[in-house]
């Protein structure tokens, strides 16, 4: 109830620098106090398990991400005498979730660029079927421009994203000193 650490596993120990009876907060948030809406004392005052998402700091200054379960421990008189929590590391998750998160951005940007294309080929392909209906030469001349303008940029974007596609190696270049540019 007053926080102090009384077992740990071995990695705990390690990541964390736990020892008997340090302080849950300390070791793994670098609090002073404990925690708001601690889930170790809801946990002790009613006897459910929690979870929530929290960021913990390892000994090294590490942020983790993780998902922390509490579950109640009881005395042979039935009576919660600790609480013990439980972490599992999703750090590896929430930056692939960031990444997806920019990938989907990204995507979205570029299927509304490629819609104003398109919408600027249907443009041109109107006005060329109505030059051919119509035998106006100028017309068929001034879609066929629309049409080819807009090929164009969908060629530039086609090149940009494999541009990005690509891995390669950076080449820097030496002798270049920082302060300069600052």
């Known amino acids: 109830r007053d926080h102090q650490i009384l077992e740990a596993n071995q990695l705990y120990r390690e990541e964390f620098g736990a020892s008997d009876r340090s302080l849950c907060y300390e070791v793994c948030k670098g609090r002073t106090s404990k925690c708001p809406d601690c889930l170790v004392d809801q946990t002790f005052e009613d006897g459910e398990v ?34 013990m929590e439980v972490f599992t590391d999703i750090t590896e998750i929430k930056k692939l979730q960031r990444q997806l998160a920019l990938m989907g951005r990204a995507v979205a940007g570029m299927a509304h660029r490629v819609k104003n294309i398109l919408m600027g080929l249907e443009g041109g392909i109107f006005v ?49 000193q920082p302060q300069d540019s600052v």
């Open 50 to 83: 929690y979870s929530s998402e929290e960021t913990l700091i390892t000994r090294d200054g590490r942020r983790v991400n993780a998902v922390v379960y509490t579950r109640p421990i009881y005395d042979d008189n039935g009576e919660i005498s600790s609480v």
């Open 128 to 176: 060329v079927n109505e030059g051919l209906d119509a035998g106006d030469q100028e017309a068929i001349s001034e879609g066929w421009e629309m049409v080819e303008r807009n090929v164009d940029r969908v060629t530039a974007i086609v090149k940009d994203l494999l541009f990005c596609a690509k891995e390669r190696t950076p080449e820097f270049e030496t002798g270049i």
